[in-house]
C-alpha cells in the first residue's frame, strides 16, 4: 500500500524526528487502531449475514494479533493441540510451557 499526501509527510516527519523505540510505538498504535477497525468489519459483516467474508476477515485479525503480541505458529500450534485435545489443562501445562497470554482460561 503506497502512502500519499499528509500521511507520508507524517511518516517522513516521524522517522527523521523520533527514536527508534518511539518510532515502534507509533507502529504499534496504528497497528491497534487497524486491529480495532478490523474487529468493527468483521461484526459488521456478521450482522449482515456475510460469514463467508467475516471468516476471511477473522483470519487477518488473527495474524494481526499475533504479530502485535509476538506469537509464534509454534505457539499457536501448540495452543491449538491443547485445545482439541482431552486432557485437563493442568496435566498438559507440565509437559508443554506456553506464554502467559496463550494460558487458557476457564
Known sequence: MKLQGSEARNIKTL???NSPHQQMRFCLNR???LHGRLEECQAFLTDRANTETARLLSLAILELRMELHKVTDSELKA???MIASD???QEQSTT???PPYLRLIK
Open 15 to 17: 522517522q527523521s524526528k
Open 96 to 98: 508443554r510451557q506456553l
Open 79 to 81: 495452543l491449538c493441540d
Open 31 to 33: 497497528l491497534a487502531d
Open 87 to 89: 486432557e485437563p489443562v
